[in-house]
């Protein structure tokens, strides 16, 4: 069995008062976040990284501490069958200009239930719904006394 370790993100922009999310439509049909394999010696957030711009050409992102989420499946390549392990974060970006690669057919900034029913896995669907909860619940708020 092959072993592939990949990481990703759900990226969001705010910007207009509306959180919109960015799915990748891939040559194999489905909708997703953008992702890939994390080259050897590469940190998960160095690939992160590498592979938004990449795919979508956005340099400038903010990560959010506190958002990972671990996936893993399996399926069958030519070479046989392959278990992956997916790490995603979770990623603020001020642009909604997406230049993209050869490696995806069309992009779309959705509102979270548009989203939820447009992109194709069970797992990336319960991701986002996560990502959507973590940003709702905000920063931890601390408690003050009166003095």
């Known amino acids: ?6 990481a990703g993100a759900v990226v969001f922009n705010d910007e207009d008062g509306s959180t919109r999310y960015l799915l990748l ?3 194999a049909g489905h909708w997703d976040f953008p992702k890939g394999n994390i080259e050897k010696g590469e940190e ?7 592979e938004i711009s990449e795919e979508t050409g956005i ?10 989420k671990n996936i893993e499946y399996y399926y069958r390549r030519n070479v ?19 230049t993209l690669s050869h490696e995806h057919n069309n992009y779309a900034w959705l509102e979270l239930e548009k989203a939820v029913s447009t992109v194709t896995y069970r797992n990336s669907k319960t991701i986002l ?12 708020h601390r408690y003050e006394f009166a003095p």
Request: avoid cysteine; glycine fraction near 6%.
């Open 59 to 68: 340099k400038k992102i903010e990560i959010l501490p506190g958002f990972s």
């Open 25 to 27: 439509n891939y040559p």
């Open 80 to 98: 046989g069958l392959v278990h992956k392990q997916v790490l995603y974060l979770l990623a603020r970006t001020k642009t909604r200009n997406v």
């Open 129 to 140: 719904r996560e990502a959507s909860r973590f940003l709702d619940e905000g920063p931890i």
């Open 1 to 6: 069995m092959i072993e592939e370790r990949s």
């Open 44 to 50: 998960p957030l160095a690939t992160v990284k590498r």
